[in-house]
């Protein structure tokens, strides 16, 4: 018998939330995200569903040229740039954009002798203080590339700190560090939306948004749930049932006995664990569905299997299904539960938990 752990992903629910993305910035060009192979969701089948998105961005040159070769002919964006010499040699052949953060790669681009030219982000720190020139730098910055004879058309982005929390001031510092950069008579095209920004902040919009989260389904804003913002998760992680336990009021379940039965009741093992993504540090009491029905974990998480309460659930039995987020229990209160972003969960599933397209 296959171990029943699986994650479906939903196909159409991609497409429902990039229309969302759409709705949001009606005047803005789309970087669909799909690095950390879609979040975890399949990078070649996720990017088949957003192929209405305007460009894709990525870290891995292998896979945007594996998106090259399965003929997407959109703009794909390298978003830690090129890391080596070597590298530039397929940015060109693939037409690649590299986001451009640093003088070294400034260096590296001037010796670059190519015959095909490819267009660049050129990537300014407005306060996230991790990758990017200054702001006073831009300008410097543009006109050295504009000299080099391998570059073609350039585009500024910056990235935001604070966007998940739409009432920080730091946003619109960072935003207007970049208007003011780009003040010029023909200022290049513009990006420093991601999820949060596109639902909260329009003004950030700009000419290109970089979606991420949101396309998978998950809330990029912490006072608002995924339902509030009209998004359909794509990956529910889903297993069943493999052994059911009659215990005594006081009998404990699972390593180091952290949970005891409050009464006589039954508790269904289910196969998946840490081992398969699921976050080990999820406690009891964190929700769970079990035959259609919501219920909680009990005891700890282990490698291969968790415990769930089946108090009120006098139909379950070996086989039934379970669902461990989706669409019955969401993914973003798993992550509240055990203390971490949806983000992690979703490109934490492991490679042997099959991918079922729905």
Not at 303 to 331: C, F, H, K, Q, Y
Request: overall charge negative; some cysteine; hydrophobic content about 40%.
């Amino acid at each position: 018998m296959t171990r029943p752990v699986h994650a479906n992903i939903d196909l159409d629910a991609l497409r429902h939330n990039l229309a969302q993305v759409r709705r949001a910035a009606p005047g803005a060009k789309v970087m669909a995200i799909v690095k950390a192979d879609a979040y975890g969701h399949n990078l070649l089948k996720a990017c088949y569903a957003l192929a209405q998105a305007d460009g894709f961005g990525l870290l891995d040159i292998a896979d945007a040229i594996s998106l090259r070769e399965a003929g997407f002919s959109q703009p794909i964006s390298l978003l830690e740039g090129f890391f080596n010499r070597d590298e530039l040699d397929l940015i060109a052949e693939h037409q690649l954009e590299p986001v451009i953060h640093s003088s070294w790669q400034l260096d590296q681009l001037q010796d670059f002798d190519s015959k095909q030219k490819f267009s660049a982000w050129l990537k300014i720190d407005t306060g996230m203080n991790r990758l990017g020139f200054s702001p006073v730098e831009l300008e410097d910055v543009l006109h050295r590339l504009s000299t080099m004879s391998c570059i073609d058309t350039v585009r500024v982005m910056s990235h935001l700190a604070n966007a998940d929390t739409p009432t920080s001031r730091k946003t619109q510092h960072q935003l207007a560090q970049l208007l003011t950069a780009t003040d010029m008579a023909n200022p290049p095209p513009r990006s420093i939306a991601n999820s949060a920004a596109i639902l909260s902040s329009p003004d950030c919009h700009l000419d290109w948004v970089r979606p991420g989260i949101m396309l998978y389904g998950s809330s990029p804003l912490a006072a608002s749930s995924a339902g509030d913002l009209n998004l359909k998760p794509v990956m529910s992680l889903r297993s069943e049932i493999i052994s059911i336990k009659s215990l005594k009021k006081g009998d404990s379940v699972g390593y180091g006995s952290t949970w005891t039965c409050p009464e006589d009741m039954r508790v269904a093992v289910v196969a998946c664990g840490y081992g398969d993504g699921y976050p080990r540090h999820a406690p009891s009491g964190t929700p769970i569905s079990v035959a259609g029905k919501l219920t909680m974990l009990v005891g700890r998480v282990s490698m291969d299997m968790i415990t769930a309460d089946l108090r009120g659930i006098d139909d379950a039995e070996v086989g039934s299904p379970v669902e461990l987020w989706g669409n019955e229990v969401p993914i973003d209160s798993i992550a509240e539960q055990a203390g971490t972003i949806s983000y992690e969960l979703l490109c934490g599933v492991t490679a042997r938990v099959a991918r079922q397209e729905v």
